[in-house]
């Protein structure tokens, strides 16, 4: 999709503050391996490694002009018992560009036969629309909008299940952004919840940032608030930490080994509990 400067998706507000304090971490082992057929199909394998449970998925994507057709197989098999609990095969096609600025995504998974859906993007100058529709009798319809610019943007994000006629879902956003400023506020859970965050770069040479977000939680009048930072050692090597009122701290080391693999190493440990053992995750990605 040609790349249009506005307010974006409604997914988008409050993303660069998400991936700063949550992207990367891993609590787990993950090894992934990326190759590619002469005609051009990308295979990816995963691996991942949860206590005594692996999951492992195949995706393989295949892309023929503005057409880009996504399938990938998972298993999650118990290691200590060897047996297959579970097969899924999801299937995404994606149409980019059939009309200026729309973006068409028809999925399922199988062998789930409700779980169709049509889903349309639109993406202006001065708004950002996306909206969904499963492919049963009595589908869920999803609706996210934004309307505003590059500097500040307001949007909504709503779910209506015709099945029962009631809404499943209505968040609202809105976040405002300067040149190395991002700010956003949301209602999210049918108003249950209010999350406000932060992002700013203090270097953009060395990629060295910092964020928070605080989120509050009217019925049980809890609040949370995760604080982090991110920062370029050298060109291919990149750290992160963060802490949150609870006392969980967490780094990561991220480094580009050859271009486009990466290894990370994070770890978390409960500041309010050092006797406990502290978690460590791996996770490798291989590309030719």
């Known amino acids: 999709m040609v790349f249009v400067k506005g307010p974006g998706l409604y997914s988008d507000i409050g993303k660069r503050a998400r991936d ?11 090894f992934t391996l990326t190759t590619y057929t002469a005609n051009g199909v990308a295979i990816t394998s995963s691996g991942t490694k949860k206590g005594d449970l692996f999951i492992a998925d195949v995706n ?30 999801y299937t995404t096609i994606t149409v980019d560009e059939p009309a200026p600025g729309v973006k068409a995504i028809f999925s399922f998974v199988a062998p789930d036969q409700k779980s169709g859906k049509v889903e349309l993007q639109y993406l202006h100058e001065y708004a950002g629309i996306s909206t969904s529709l499963g492919l049963t009798a009595k589908p869920i319809v999803n609706f996210s909008g934004v309307a505003g610019n590059g500097k500040a943007a307001f949007g909504t994000d709503i779910s209506f299940d015709t099945a029962t006629g009631n809404f499943t879902k209505y968040n609202a956003g809105v976040s405002f952004t300067t040149a190395d400023l991002v700010a956003s506020l949301a209602l999210n859970d049918k108003g249950e919840t209010v999350t406000a965050s932060y992002f700013h770069t203090v270097s953009p040479l060395t990629n060295t940032a910092v964020g928070a977000e605080l989120t509050h939680s009217f019925s049980t009048n809890e609040n949370t608030l995760t604080i982090g930072t991110q920062h370029l050692l050298d060109p291919l090597t990149s750290v992160k930490a963060r802490v949150n009122n609870y006392g969980k701290a967490s780094a990561l080391i991220q480094h580009e080994w050859r271009p486009k693999s990466l290894i990370t190493i994070s770890g978390e440990v409960d500041t309010r509990a050092i006797e406990k053992s502290a978690k460590v995750g791996l996770a490798v990605a291989l590309k030719p």
């Open 20 to 30: 700063l304090l949550y992207r990367d971490y891993q609590g787990d082992q993950k």
């Open 60 to 89: 393989t994507q295949l892309k023929n002009k503005n057409i880009t057709t996504d399938v990938k197989v998972d298993t999650n098999s118990n290691v200590s018992l060897l047996t297959l609990l579970d097969h899924s095969f």
